[in-house]
């Protein structure tokens, strides 16, 4: 079982700091494995905007975790307590994983975790944090960053698709998917997308497109066009390319290739059907022409990612030299 600690202190942001714990210490039904074992670590009880909070460990515990979320600190005028900084700082270089939430990237940037890395936070203090730490190279235009072992998302929301990316490298898509339907939740927004939201997000049933959605992913093994989509929606190609740009800020054909990508690694983490097999599942016709969309998407071709799924996701696996079933703390 992977151990995912909070790192709390007073002066935390209690909205990431509860998303954190719901998505990661609520256990899933149907999952393959044991889920995480959650733990709040903190130097006693703190205060988390409203809330008091007390800590199931001292920060010292940190360091046994395999991954460490750090929620979003409130005040970045003011430097995060040393203590926080150096347990943050242990847990890396003892192997954990270490990710921020919001303006927690401003205790790992404290920490030197971030020195020579790409980052972000919310885009109201990136300029803020890239005066305050030069080393860090800070990027305010995307949802989160991944550096393997340090990772850093952008404000509120986008601390919820990093949860959400945390869980798809642990447990694959289809789990990750899972969990964001129970929290009513997009299931996957890319990291390299832009922060700012041009256009209102639609309720769930309030938009010209709803009916189609679950239309088009009943068919995703069709050779579906533009002009189909548009007699389902009736609308021309043109009304339905603006409505779609409106409600998922990309084309349809895009937006088609995207959930074909999406169930695609679906199936090559959970089945042991043939590339042709998939391709036709997925409506891209032919391997050659899955291959070539895959790579381009996803950075690996179809084979390499399920290889690599599997060998993460193998019974027994634990890169961190500590047994699965270790309990953490005293």
Not at 8 to 32: C, I, K, P
Not at 310 to 322: E, K, L, N, V, W
């Amino acid at each position: 079982m992977s151990t995912v600690a909070l790192a709390v202190t007073d002066g935390m942001l209690h909205f990431e700091l509860s998303l954190a714990y719901e998505v990661f210490g609520t256990a899933l039904t149907g999952a393959a494995g044991p889920w995480y074992n959650l733990v709040v670590c903190g130097p006693g009880a703190v205060r988390a905007g409203p809330f008091r909070l007390e800590p199931d460990h001292g920060l010292d515990q940190l360091r046994r975790a395999d991954t460490v979320i750090v929620p979003g600190w409130a005040d970045v005028d003011v430097d995060p307590p040393a203590d926080l900084v150096d347990a943050v700082r242990a847990a890396h270089e003892a192997g954990a994983r270490v990710a921020s939430l919001c303006t927690g990237a401003f205790v790992l940037a404290a920490a030197g975790l971030l020195d020579g890395r790409r980052a972000t936070t919310h885009w109201a203090h990136s300029r803020d944090l890239a005066d305050r730490y030069p080393q860090v190279t800070v990027d305010p235009d995307v949802l989160y960053v991944d550096n393997g072992s340090v990772l850093t998302s952008a404000g509120k929301a986008a601390a919820m698709d990093l949860c959400l990316h945390l869980v798809r490298l642990d447990h694959g898509s289809s789990i990750a998917n899972t969990v964001a339907r129970r929290l009513v939740v997009p299931p996957h927004r890319d990291g390299g997308q832009a922060q700012f939201v041009t256009t209102p997000v639609p309720a769930p049933d309030n938009h010209p497109l709803a009916e189609l959605f679950p239309w088009v992913m009943e068919r995703l093994d069709h050779p579906l066009t533009v002009e189909d989509l548009g007699r389902q929606a009736r609308m021309s190609s043109r009304n339905l390319g603006r409505h779609f740009r409106s409600v998922t800020g990309t084309t349809p054909l895009q937006w088609l290739l995207t959930q074909r990508i999406r169930h695609a690694q679906e199936l090559l983490e959970t089945t042991d059907d043939g590339i042709d097999t998939i391709a036709a599942a997925t409506g891209m016709g032919t391997a050659t022409t899955l291959r070539r969309h895959f790579n381009r998407t996803v950075g690996v071709p179809p084979d390499t990612y399920r290889r690599t799924f599997r060998s993460r996701t193998r019974p027994g696996a634990d890169d961190s030299g500590q047994h699965p079933d270790a309990p953490l703390g005293p």
